[in-house]
């Protein structure tokens, strides 16, 4: 068995400051982070800024997208003045598509499957090299429409395999817009950490709000914080709520209906 070695946590930057600051500094390596939410609420915008955060620092990086194409990606990243396509170009980026499935791309997968994925994810690995610290995989749940029951499952493997591989992971997934709720077990449960991404409509408003539910090895900052995505910045983060984040699951309006009832029945 080797000896455990115990110190300083090495962090990496979320390359958002305010989010750092909660987080202590930043997410500590080796980890897998799930930012996990409905669509809309920011998760894909958090990834871009985790990856360009390394870029900046001189390392190489890999992102996989399953829901937007490459050239989708590096436009919105151009929207935030993140530079992917210089990146690219430099040989310390390679996004890996699953959407477009073009045969004749390299970094194009034929096939959604973990299996795949992994074995491009290494094999890109193998070509960026030691520099190469920094994973995104947008979103896992691609992975599992046809088998929700299996989510859990391939999380395990994911995480099990990719942590031979030295990779710092933020893997996004999607929260149903009904419930907005997970499908069921899924990479929660196998996560280092968990930013959870929220919205609601606030007086014909939408609103977005972040809150770190988890995060290992870390003291971090227990409240939601509301968000804004800025063109030509990107995630900001505003304010805390002055409110429990419970709260802002329903209207207020039908929060003292549901006080009101609740008295009446005591009486």
Known sequence: MRPIK???IKRLSTGVRRLDELL???????????????????????????????????????????EESRESIIRQAE???????SALRDGRLIIIDALMREREDEWS???????????KVIAAKRVLGRSCRRLVIDSMSAFWLRAPVRAREQSY???????????????????????GSAFGWGIEHVADGIIHFRRRIVNGVLR???????????????????IDIVDGQGLTLRRPLARR??????????LERIRRVSSEDLL
């Open 157 to 179: 493997v994911v995480k099990r395999v990719l942590n031979r591989w030295g990779f710092t992971i933020y893997a996004t997934s999607q929260y149903a817009i009904t419930t």
């Open 245 to 254: 984040i419970e709260d802002e699951v329903l209207p207020p309006e039908v």
């Open 208 to 226: 977005r709000y972040i809150i770190v539910e988890k995060m290992r090895q870390t003291p971090h900052d227990l409240r939601a914080w509301e």
């Open 24 to 66: 202590a500094g930043g997410v500590p390596e080796g980890f897998l982070v799930a930012l996990v939410g409905m669509p809309g609420t920011g998760k894909t915008v958090a990834c871009l800024h985790f990856i360009w955060a390394g870029l900046r620092a001189g390392e190489s990086c890999i992102y996989v997208t399953t």
């Open 6 to 8: 115990v110190g300083m």
């Open 79 to 85: 929207q935030f003045k993140m530079d992917f396509h």
């Open 109 to 119: 997968l034929r096939n959604v499957t973990v299996e795949e994925m992994l074995d």
